[in-house]
């Protein structure tokens, strides 16, 4: 799928969203239209297609900055 981008960047943010909503990973897969297994993923630091990552952070109308995904750039990129 990708690499593992390492600990507390997006899995930590892509889980606590997930969990401040109150909904297990299969509700939150289903309704972003992924798998549960690519959610885990996610959630356990695997950066894999942008298109994916772009349907999470849209599901939790935040920015892929604070989704984690490009924490080395501040909070202005654009995808």
């Known amino acids: 799928m990708g690499e593992c981008i390492g600990e507390y960047a997006m899995e930590n943010n892509?889980?606590?969203?997930?969990?401040?909503?109150?909904?297990?990973?299969?509700?939150c897969a289903d309704e972003i239209g992924i798998s549960r297994?690519?959610?885990?993923?996610?959630?356990q630091g695997y950066l894999g297609g942008i298109e994916y990552l772009?349907?999470?952070?849209?599901?939790?109308?935040?920015?892929?900055?604070?989704?984690?995904?490009f924490p080395e750039k501040g909070n202005n990129t654009q995808i």
Not at 37 to 43: D, G, I
Not at 60 to 68: A, P
């Open 37 to 43: 297994r690519t959610l885990q993923r996610y959630e």
């Open 14 to 27: 892509i889980r606590e969203l997930r969990v401040k909503m109150g909904i297990s990973q299969q509700r």
């Open 54 to 69: 772009k349907k999470i952070a849209d599901f939790f109308d935040v920015s892929l900055d604070e989704l984690g995904v």
